[in-house]
């Protein structure tokens, strides 16, 4: 089975800090995705990659940025985190692109303050 | 360009009762499909996915989606509602290859299942 994990459950954070969010998968898979789910309007995908030290922005980069060093692990940072970035964050690896299935991590949780 | 609807953000049956979650799809091209499932404070599982081969594409926990072309509708129905059942599903259709392998979520029917 896939297995993608991420660093943390449950975060709280203040205004200005600098947030790391870790994400690992351990099924080689190529493309790796970053998404907010926030209530009423589903997920949302802030950047993704689709291979080592390649990134693309999604629909709302504003605010993140990513780095993949190695294949396996990507990172979503918050330069300068705001309450408006409060939500759950989600990420996601898949095989191929053009619509191949995506397998999640179980979320983490951030709070800003 | 993709995009999902669901036209309903909360269902609620009773134990035993089908299921029926609605969603329609707009693409410029035959899409790939999706439904997925999100318990509470979990990640999101895939339940079923359509590729263009069989139109009505059965999945995990008994669920089942027909993928209609000419309705441009993927509606996930089960015949019989378990408790267990309760929790959020998400429609979602590919994006344009030239995209990266994105996919696109609807906002998401929260399925509730009374006793």
């Known amino acids: 089975d896939v297995k993608v994990t991420q660093s943390s459950r449950y975060l709280v954070k203040r205004t200005g800090e600098k947030v790391f969010l870790e994400c690992v998968q351990d099924m080689d898979h190529e493309n790796m995705f970053w998404y907010r789910q926030d209530p009423g309007l589903g997920l949302r995908l802030i950047y993704f990659s689709y291979d080592v030290k390649m990134k693309e922005k999604g629909d709302i980069p504003e605010g993140y940025s990513v780095s993949r060093e190695k294949k396996e692990r990507f990172s979503l940072i918050l330069e300068s985190a705001s309450t408006n970035q409060t939500s759950m964050y989600l990420c996601?690896?898949?095989?191929?692109?053009?619509?191949?299935?995506?397998?999640f991590g179980p979320g983490t949780r951030l709070t800003v303050l | 360009a993709q995009s999902v609807t669901q036209l309903d953000s909360h269902v609620s049956v009773s134990e035993g009762t089908p299921v029926l979650l609605r969603c329609n799809y707009s693409?410029?091209?035959?899409?790939?499909l999706f439904w997925y499932v999100q318990h509470p404070n979990k990640g999101l599982q895939l339940l079923l996915k359509y590729t263009s081969a069989a139109t009505l594409v059965k999945g995990i926990n008994g669920f089942e989606a027909e993928f209609k072309k000419s309705e441009t509708s993927f509606h996930l129905t089960k015949p019989s509602a378990h408790m267990s059942d309760a929790a959020e599903y998400f429609c979602?259709?590919?994006?344009?290859?030239?995209?990266?392998?994105?996919?696109?979520f609807g906002q998401g029917t929260e399925l509730s299942v009374k006793p």
């Open positions: 979602v259709v590919s994006g344009l290859y030239n995209q990266g392998g994105k996919l696109i």
């Open positions: 693409s410029s091209y035959s899409p790939s």
């Open positions: 996601a690896s898949s095989r191929f692109a053009g619509g191949d299935t995506q397998y």
